[in-house]
């Protein structure tokens, strides 16, 4: 499992915790991977922290770089989550 984190601090806690089997320090407005290159994508509590055309870029993204499903999770309000899948 790969993990993406926007900055040092929350890399080293993944680290020293083993979060993730990798992770990659990058900006979701720009995901550098080659197409289909994972078999999964998991976003939580993400695309509500980025502007509605950074949004549609990211969703892109993860649509190229996912051979199969795309499992994304937004809060609505407090207590509120809303979980959806696409192939």
């Not at 550098?32 to 949004?55: M, P």
């Not at 549609?56 to 407090?78: E, M, N």
Request: with cysteine; aromatic share 10%; hydrophobic share 45%.
């Amino acid at each position: 499992m790969v993990g993406i984190y926007i900055n040092l601090l929350f890399s080293e806690f993944v680290k020293k915790f083993r979060v993730y089997d990798d992770g990659v320090l990058c900006d979701i407005k720009k995901l550098h991977f080659r197409g289909d290159s994972f078999d999964v994508a998991v976003t939580t509590e993400v695309i509500r922290h980025v502007r509605k055309e950074e949004g549609c870029q990211f969703l892109g993204d993860l649509k190229r770089i996912t051979k199969g499903r795309i499992l994304i999770t937004i809060l609505l309000k407090a207590g509120i989550h809303v979980r959806k899948s696409f192939l």
